[in-house]
C-alpha cells in the first residue's frame, strides 16, 4: 500500500498515513482532534474540512453546499487521501474550540452545597505508604528477603489480613532492600481483602496520593488527593477525546465494535486523556507518576467498559445488557494509565446498561440511602440519569436528554466559558435583545443556562408557541425572526456585535432539540414517581449534579418545564457529584464497600417497557408541560 | 340481598359545541345540530346526563370522488352534482349534517381557487337546510386560502370547519374566528398532542366550545383499538375536568372504513369473507358502533346503508336504562 503524506494547516502538522485512510483518521493519528458527533457515519456535518490541494477522494458529502464542495469543503470522515495532501481544520471543527471545560466553580451562578461525608464513613484510604525500618540479614538470622519485609509489615499494620507482593515487585526487591539500607517506604493497597505491596523504595517523607477521576461521555475530570491529609490537591479536566468518534455513546459502542483495531483505538483515546490530565498535575505539582498509588474512576457504563477495554455490543442490543456490573480492580500498568504499575484502579460499580458508576457514585456523595427523606437526584447530562428514593428503597432510569445543555447539537451551543451567553432578555414588543455574556466579552455562543434562559424568553415574547414553532408573523415584524432556507430562526446577536463575521441566532431545530431534552428529563421525573406512586410534591429534596447543574437557573428550569415545580428551598447543588463520590471512596474503604450496596439496592426502570415514558414524554413536549396544572407558578407568566 | 347500583360521580362534563345558524342567529339553515354536552360516560344514562344524541354527517365531495362502486351505486347520477347529492342526502338518508370535502381543491388535481371552493359551499348552503362541515383537500398550504376564502363568504352560518393540525393552525383558526366558525383539531392518535392543540388554538383566542377534537380515528381491523382507547381518556378527561379534553369528538368513520380491503374485495376474490355489500356496510357501521361507544359525537359516514344501521343504533342506545 502506498504511503502519502497529509499536511494539515494551520497546525503545519505532517503525517504520512496509507493511500485510502479517511482525513478524520490521519487528523487524529496527527494530534489534531475533529469533532465527530455521529461517529463518522458522514450524517452530521461536524467534521469538515478544507482540502487546499492534492487528491483525496470523498464517498460522501452529506448536505454540504455546491458552493461549499467547489471551495474544498469535505467530510473528513467519508474523504479519503489518494495522494499528498495539504488540509485546513477550521476551528469549528476542532473538539477543542468549544469543549474544554471550565472545572473551576469560580464562575457558577450558583453557590454548591457540599457535604462531607467522609467523617461519617470513616478515614481509611484504599492505598497508603507506610515507613519500616527491616533487620539486615545475617548469618544467624537468614529468612527470606519478602519473609523479612512482611513481618515487619505485619507488626507495623497490626493486622492478619493477607499480605502479597506482585512478581513485578519482587523481581526488583533485593537490590532495592539493600540500596535502601532496609530503611524503607513501602505503598500498598489496604483493601477488606487484604494489602498488596505496590512498591517498595528507601525511606523518604513523600506524600502518597490517589486520583478520584470521573470520566463523562462528554468531559473528563481528575482530582488529584493526598491520601495522607484528604486533601484535593489539584483539579484538572478536559472533553474526552473519545467524542472523536461520536457525541454519545450509542454512537461510540457503534465504533468500537466495528473491529478490534477501532475497540483499541477508542480504549486509547480516553486512557490518554486521563494520562494527559495526569501529566499536566503531576508537572504543576512537581510529582511523578510513582507517587500516586490508588485510582477510583467513575463513569456510566459504557464509559466503564470502554476504559478497560471490554465489548460493549450488548448494551445497545435489547435486552440492554452490559458485560459487567461490578468490574475486579486492575493494575494501571494493565490498562496503560500513568500511575506506580502496580497501583489498582477501582472501578465504581454499575446498575445497569445506563445507569452506571458515575450515578452510583453520584448518589453515594448525595448521601440518599442514609436518608429518610424522598430525595430526587438529577444529574442533568447527556445520558440524564434520575435516581429516586432514600433508605428504604431507590429506583433509578436514564432519559437520554442528550448533549443540548453541554452546548452538543445546537447550532451556537457552547460549554459556560468565556463568550458563552448566559442570560437573554428580549423587550417583547420591540424584540429588541439585551445579552448577559461571560467575561463580558463579545458574545461566540450560548450556553446551557443561556439556553434555558432563551427558552423561557422566546416564548414571553410570542417568538415561538408552547410547542416550539417559530411564528414568522410576529406583529413586531422584527428583522430578527428570519426563515433561512431549511429552518427558522431568530438572531440574538448581530454580527457586528458578536464580533465576528456571522449573526448567532438560535433556530427552531434548536428550540425543538431543546424542548425534547427538557421533556425527556422530566418525563424519566415523572415515570420514576409513577412507577412507586408518589406525586411530584412527595418529593423532599431535589439534588442536582453534572457540570452543568452548577450554572442552572432554578427559576428559568421550572419556567420552561425541565424542573418540577417545587419551592425553590427544595433545590440542592452537588456539582460533580461523581468525582465526588470518587474521591470518597478513594478515601474510605467503608464508603466503597457501600458504594457496591448501593449498586445492588438500586433498580433500574427500564424506559423502553411499556406506555409510560413515552406518554409522559410526549406530554412534556410543550412549554412548561400539556397538563398546566404542574406548573402552577408558571401557568399564568406565558 | 339488595343490590345498590354503584354510580360514579364525576366532576364535570364534555363541552357542548352548537353547528349552523338560523335566520334568527345570523344564519341561513334551517335547523342547528348541538353536540356534546354529556356529563356521563357514553349512554350510562342512570348515572348522568346523556345530552345530546350523536349526530351524522354525510360525506359530499365538489368533485366526483374515487370511491367503491358498492357506496357511489346508492347514489346514482348526482354523485356528479354537490347540490343534488347533498340533497339526496338529506331528503333520502336523513343526515343530519352535510360534511363537504373540497377535493377539486388539490393542487395536484382540479386545482379549483378559493373562489370557486367558496362558491360550491354557497350553492350547497342555499340548497340544503342543515349545518354544514367543510374540509379542504389535505395541501395544508392551499387549505389555509380555500377555507379562509370559505370562512369569509360563509359569515354567519357558523360552519364546522377543517383541518387545524399542530403544524398548521393558525391562518384556519384565524379564519374560524373573525368569520365565528368552529374548528375541527385533529391529531395523531396522540392525547398529549390533542391537548395541547387545543391549549394552541385557545391560547389564539378562540373559545373552548368551538372547538371539535378529531382524534384521527382507524378503521375496524385497522387501528381502531388506539382510537377505543384514546377516545376513552378524552372522555375521562373532560368528566374528570381537564378543560383542554372536554371537547366533542368527530370520526371520519366514511373514509377510514372504506379504504380497508374488506370494504372493497369481492367475494369471489375472498370467498371466507363473505358478500362484498353487506361487509362493506357493517365494516363502516361497525367502526362507527365501536366509536359510539367512546364518546364520538360527530360521525363523518358515506356508505347509505350503513347510515340506517348506525341510526338505529344511536336511537336505542337514547333510551333510558336508569
Redesign the interface.
Known amino acids: 500500500m502506498e504511503k502519502f503524506q497529509v499536511k494539515f494547516m494551520p497546525d503545519q502538522q505532517v503525517i504520512e498515513v496509507e493511500q485510502g485512510t479517511s482525513l478524520l483518521k490521519a487528523a487524529s493519528q496527527a494530534g489534531i482532534f475533529i469533532k465527530s458527533s455521529c461517529g463518522g457515519k458522514g450524517t452530521c456535518g461536524a467534521c469538515k474540512v478544507t482540502v487546499i490541494s492534492g487528491e483525496a477522494k470523498s464517498e460522501r458529502t452529506g448536505n454540504l453546499s455546491p458552493e461549499q464542495l467547489s471551495r474544498g469543503v469535505r467530510l473528513s470522515c467519508h474523504t479519503f487521501v489518494e495522494g499528498d495532501l495539504t488540509v485546513e481544520v477550521p476551528p469549528e471543527s476542532r473538539l477543542q474550540a468549544h469543549q474544554v471545560l471550565l472545572e473551576d466553580a469560580n464562575a457558577a451562578l450558583l453557590t454548591e452545597t457540599s457535604k462531607d461525608l467522609l467523617t461519617y464513613y470513616g478515614y481509611h484510604p484504599l492505598a497508603r505508604k507506610v515507613n519500616i525500618r527491616c533487620s539486615e540479614p545475617t548469618l544467624t538470622d537468614n529468612a527470606g528477603d519478602w519473609t523479612r519485609l512482611s513481618i515487619e509489615l505485619k507488626r507495623v499494620l497490626q493486622s492478619d489480613k493477607p499480605l502479597t507482593i506482585p512478581l513485578s515487585v519482587l523481581q526488583t526487591l533485593p537490590e532495592t532492600l539493600r540500596q535502601a539500607h532496609w530503611d524503607l517506604s513501602v505503598i500498598l493497597t489496604d483493601l477488606e481483602s487484604g494489602y498488596t505491596v505496590l512498591h517498595v523504595e528507601p525511606a523518604n517523607d513523600r506524600p502518597c496520593y490517589g486520583l478520584a477521576i470521573d470520566v463523562g461521555t462528554t468531559t473528563v475530570v481528575v482530582y488529584l488527593v493526598d491520601l495522607d491529609s484528604g486533601e484535593i490537591v489539584d483539579k484538572q479536566g478536559s472533553y474526552n477525546k473519545q467524542a472523536q468518534f461520536g457525541d454519545d455513546v450509542i454512537s461510540r459502542i457503534v465504533y468500537a465494535v466495528d473491529s478490534t483495531e477501532n475497540m483499541a483505538e477508542i480504549q486509547k483515546a480516553v486512557v490518554d486523556t486521563v494520562n494527559v490530565l495526569i501529566e499536566g498535575i503531576l508537572e504543576r505539582q512537581s510529582l511523578t507518576s510513582q507517587n500516586i498509588a490508588s485510582a477510583v474512576i467513575a463513569g456510566n457504563t459504557t464509559m466503564s467498559q470502554l476504559f478497560l477495554g471490554i465489548n460493549p455490543r450488548y448494551i445497545r442490543l435489547e435486552p440492554y445488557i452490559p458485560t459487567v456490573n461490578s468490574t475486579p480492580a486492575v493494575s494501571a500498568r494493565e490498562i496503560g494509565l500513568r500511575l506506580l504499575p502496580e497501583a489498582l484502579i477501582h472501578t465504581y460499580p454499575s446498575v445497569a446498561s445506563y445507569v452506571g458508576g458515575d450515578i452510583v457514585s453520584g448518589a453515594l456523595a448525595t448521601d440518599m440511602a442514609n436518608s429518610d427523606e424522598i430525595i430526587l437526584f438529577i444529574d442533568i447530562g447527556t445520558n440524564g440519569e434520575i435516581v429516586l428514593g432514600n433508605k428504604d428503597w431507590l429506583v433509578s432510569c436514564a432519559c437520554s436528554a442528550g448533549p443540548c445543555f453541554e452546548g452538543g447539537g445546537i447550532l451556537f451551543g457552547m460549554r459556560a466559558m468565556p463568550g458563552a451567553i448566559e442570560r437573554v432578555d428580549i423587550d417583547p414588543e420591540s424584540l429588541d435583545v439585551k445579552l448577559k455574556v461571560v467575561g463580558k466579552i463579545a458574545p461566540v455562543g450560548i450556553c446551557g443556562s443561556g439556553l434555558v434562559d432563551c427558552l423561557a424568553k422566546l416564548r414571553k415574547a410570542g417568538i415561538i408557541?408552547?410547542?416550539g414553532?417559530f411564528q414568522l408573523?410576529h406583529p413586531s415584524q422584527s428583522a430578527r425572526i428570519r426563515a433561512t432556507e431549511d429552518d427558522k430562526e431568530f438572531v440574538l446577536a448581530w454580527a457586528h456585535q458578536a464580533g465576528g463575521d456571522k449573526d448567532i441566532v438560535i433556530s427552531e431545530n434548536d428550540v425543538k432539540n431543546l424542548i425534547r431534552a427538557k421533556g425527556a428529563i422530566y418525563a424519566g421525573i415523572r415515570s420514576l414517581l409513577q412507577t412507586v406512586a408518589l406525586e411530584i410534591d412527595m418529593i423532599e429534596r431535589i439534588v442536582i449534579g453534572g457540570g452543568f447543574g452548577n450554572y442552572l437557573n432554578v427559576h428559568d428550569s421550572v419556567e420552561i418545564g425541565l424542573l418540577p415545580d417545587l419551592p425553590q428551598e427544595k433545590f440542592e447543588f452537588i456539582g460533580n457529584s461523581s468525582v465526588k463520590g470518587a474521591r470518597l471512596a478513594l478515601l474510605s474503604q467503608k464508603a466503597w464497600n457501600e458504594a457496591a450496596d448501593l449498586a445492588r439496592k438500586m433498580t433500574y426502570i427500564e424506559l423502553s417497557i411499556g406506555t409510560t415514558f413515552m406518554?409522559e414524554f410526549?406530554?412534556a413536549?410543550?412549554l412548561p408541560h400539556?397538563?398546566?396544572s404542574l406548573f402552577p407558578s408558571v401557568e399564568g407568566t406565558f | 340481598m339488595a343490590v345498590a347500583l354503584v354510580k360514579e360521580r364525576y366532576q364535570s362534563k364534555v363541552g357542548e359545541v352548537v353547528i349552523g345558524a338560523t335566520a334568527a342567529e345570523g344564519g341561513t339553515r334551517t335547523s342547528v345540530v348541538k353536540v356534546g354536552g354529556d356529563s356521563t360516560l357514553p349512554f350510562l344514562h342512570f348515572e348522568g346526563k346523556v345530552e345530546n344524541r350523536a349526530a351524522i354527517a354525510l360525506e359530499v365531495t365538489d368533485v366526483p370522488p374515487a370511491w367503491s362502486d358498492t357506496v357511489k351505486g346508492q347514489y346514482g347520477d348526482v354523485i356528479n352534482d354537490p347540490v343534488a347529492w347533498a340533497k339526496k342526502c338529506v331528503e333520502e338518508y336523513n343526515a343530519d349534517m352535510i360534511y363537504l370535502k373540497l377535493i377539486g381543491a388539490n393542487p395536484e388535481g382540479e386545482n379549483r381557487s378559493p373562489e370557486e371552493c367558496a362558491k360550491v359551499v354557497k350553492d350547497v348552503l342555499a340548497a340544503v337546510g342543515v349545518p354544514l362541515i367543510v374540509a379542504g383537500c389535505e395541501d395544508p398550504e392551499k387549505d389555509n386560502e380555500v377555507l379562509a376564502a370559505v370562512a369569509e363568504a360563509t359569515s354567519g352560518e357558523n360552519l364546522l370547519i377543517g383541518i387545524a393540525e399542530q403544524d398548521n393552525y393558525k391562518s384556519i383558526t384565524a379564519a374560524a374566528m373573525v368569520h365565528k366558525h368552529n374548528l375541527i383539531a385533529r391529531s395523531p392518535l396522540d392525547i398529549n398532542i390533542c391537548k395541547q392543540l387545543n391549549i394552541l388554538i385557545s391560547e389564539m383566542g378562540l373559545p373552548l366550545n368551538r372547538i371539535v377534537i378529531d382524534p384521527m380515528i382507524g378503521g375496524l381491523g385497522y387501528g381502531i383499538e388506539y382510537a377505543y382507547s384514546i377516545m376513552e381518556r378524552a372522555r375521562l378527561g373532560s368528566l374528570a375536568n381537564d378543560k383542554m379534553l372536554s371537547m366533542p369528538m368527530i370520526c371520519t368513520v366514511g373514509y377510514e372504513a372504506n379504504r380497508a380491503k374488506e370494504a372493497n374485495a369481492s367475494a369471489e376474490e375472498f370467498p371466507g369473507w363473505g358478500d362484498l355489500n353487506d361487509r362493506a356496510i357493517l365494516w363502516e357501521a361497525l367502526t362507527a358502533a365501536g366509536l359510539l361507544q367512546v364518546g364520538a359525537s360527530i360521525l363523518l359516514m358515506r356508505n347509505p346503508a350503513a347510515v340506517k344501521l348506525v341510526q338505529q343504533n344511536i336511537a336505542d342506545l337514547m333510551e333510558m336504562n336508569a
Open positions: 408557541d408552547r410547542a414553532n408573523e406518554d410526549v406530554s413536549l410543550f400539556t397538563d398546566l
